[in-house]
Each structure stands twice: as structure tokens, then as C-alpha cells.
Nanobody, 125 residues
Framework: QVHLVESGGGSVQAGTSSTLSCAAS????????MGWFRQAPGKEREFVAA????????HYAESVKGRFTISRDNAKNTVYLQMHSLKPEDTAVYYC??????????????????WGQGTQVTVSS
């Protein structure tokens, strides 16, 4: 099992930037692909971004492509989500996810068995 803890959420103005972090407990995080998902009020959880275990492949939802960047620092067991040009529709609880059997960047929620508790991001206009 991997214990994941997100941080960096909060309230921001539209058009600004914010960065989320996901710290993992696993010593072998470097071998896991990681993903970010989000859930807005009254909506289903949706895929945001994913990164392969090596960090050489990324995958983004169309709604965030060009604005969000996922990256990882395996030495720090941490994955980041840099968010730029934030919009009110980006308001959601953001979750990071990992799975020890996953090495490729995946946008499928079912591929991940380990989830963080989530961090709230609120974008006001």
C-alpha cells in the first residue's frame, strides 16, 4: 500500500496559478505511475493528468491541456501538479493516485488502487 498526502490547495483568483503536491510513503514510488483526478460538487470524479513512472510520458485531460503540468521528483517521493490560467470550472477536490502495478501514464480511474484524501481548490472569478 502507498500512503498519499496532497497539499497546496486553497482559494485563488481566476487567471492565477497554483501548484499541488502529492507526497507518498512508498520507498519504491519511482516505479509507480501517478495520476491526478478531481471531483467538483455534484459531479463524478474525473481524470486530470497522469505521468509514467520514469516521468517521460504524460497524459492530460483536454480541459486542462496547455494549462496544467504534471511532474515528479522520485528522490523526494513527490508528484506535482502545476496549474496555470485557472478558471472557476477548475474548482474541485483534487486527488492524487498511485498503483504499484502501473508504470504507464493512465487516465483510467480503475487502474489506481491507492488514493490520497484530497485537497480543495477553489477558483473565484
Amino acid at each position: 500500500q502507498v500512503h498519499l498526502v496532497e497539499s497546496g490547495g486553497g482559494s485563488v483568483q481566476a487567471g492565477t496559478s497554483s501548484t499541488l503536491s502529492c507526497a507518498a510513503s512508498a520507498r519504491r514510488l519511482r516505479t509507480y505511475a501517478m495520476g491526478w483526478f478531481r471531483q467538483a460538487p455534484g459531479k463524478e470524479r474525473e481524470f486530470v493528468a497522469a505521468i509514467s513512472w520514469r516521468g517521460d510520458s504524460t497524459h492530460y485531460a483536454e480541459s486542462v491541456k496547455g494549462r496544467f503540468t504534471i511532474s515528479r521528483d522520485n528522490a523526494k517521493n513527490t508528484v506535482y501538479l502545476q496549474m496555470h490560467s485557472l478558471k472557476p470550472e477548475d474548482t474541485a477536490v483534487y486527488y492524487c493516485a498511485a498503483d504499484p502495478s502501473l508504470v504507464a501514464a493512465s487516465g483510467n480511474e480503475e487502474d489506481y488502487d491507492n488514493w490520497g484524501q484530497g485537497t480543495q481548490v477553489t477558483v473565484s472569478s
